[in-house]
């Protein structure tokens, strides 16, 4: 592997997604399980603790201790030796992935919205939804510790928000579908489609392999 700048602010960005899938989640399942009505207030609360855990974690803590989170292991925070380094575990730069992977993060971050709009969510829907988000972090913390493979959990999640989308909106009649609706249909049919080449742009740099030294820093 080589040793990579600092990627602090990638980190607090995935992370800030990261805690707002899950905190998202415990409305979610509550309105379920009680067959109320979601409130904007829980968007407003969930929004706010999702921005201030990750701000306050990678200014005041991260440096301070030896865990990683979610954000650090997606922007390549390897624990060597007790210590945590930044590492680039692929030939070449990353950009290109993280701005696809923050694409993904914007895309199901729009999860949890029926709660900040007073919709109810079904428990057996939430409960499905939190199981995709689950396995999403997964591929994407697997991504980041250079494992390319486990894209395909990121794409999975991908296909299922885009292509339901893209259906209902070819079913509805032309009268009917706003400019919103195919306005969105299309960012996430581009979004899908630039995780794909991601993919293929990671695939064809292959992980360095074993646990040599370290060789100089990457442009990343």
Not at 49 to 75: D, Q
């Amino acid at each position: 592997m080589r040793a990579s700048k600092p990627h602090g602010f990638v980190a607090c960005l995935f992370d800030i997604y990261v805690t707002s899938f899950f905190i998202g989640a415990v409305p979610a399942l509550w309105i379920g399980l009680r067959s109320s009505v979601g409130r904007p207030a829980f968007a407003i609360v969930g929004a706010a603790v999702s921005i201030l855990i990750p701000i306050v974690y990678h200014s005041i803590i991260a440096a301070r201790i030896a865990w990683r989170s979610p954000g650090e292991m997606i922007a390549g925070r390897f624990l060597r030796e007790g210590a945590k380094v930044w590492l680039n575990p692929y030939r070449r730069t990353r950009w290109p992935l993280f701005a696809t992977m923050l694409l993904v993060a914007v895309v199901a971050g729009d999860t949890w919205a029926p709660i900040g709009l007073s919709e109810n969510l079904p428990v057996k829907k939430a409960i499905l939804t939190v199981v995709a988000l689950g396995v999403l972090m997964v591929g994407m913390v697997a991504v980041g510790q250079g494992k390319p493979s486990w894209m395909m959990a990121p794409m999975g999640y991908l296909a299922l928000v885009t292509f339901p989308s893209v259906r209902a909106l070819s079913s509805e009649s032309h009268g009917s579908k706003s400019g919103l609706d195919i306005l969105e249909a299309i960012v996430m049919g581009l979004v899908l489609l630039c995780f794909m080449l991601s993919a293929i742009y990671a695939g064809l740099r292959m992980k360095v392999s074993g646990t040599a030294a370290l060789v100089p820093e990457s442009p990343d």
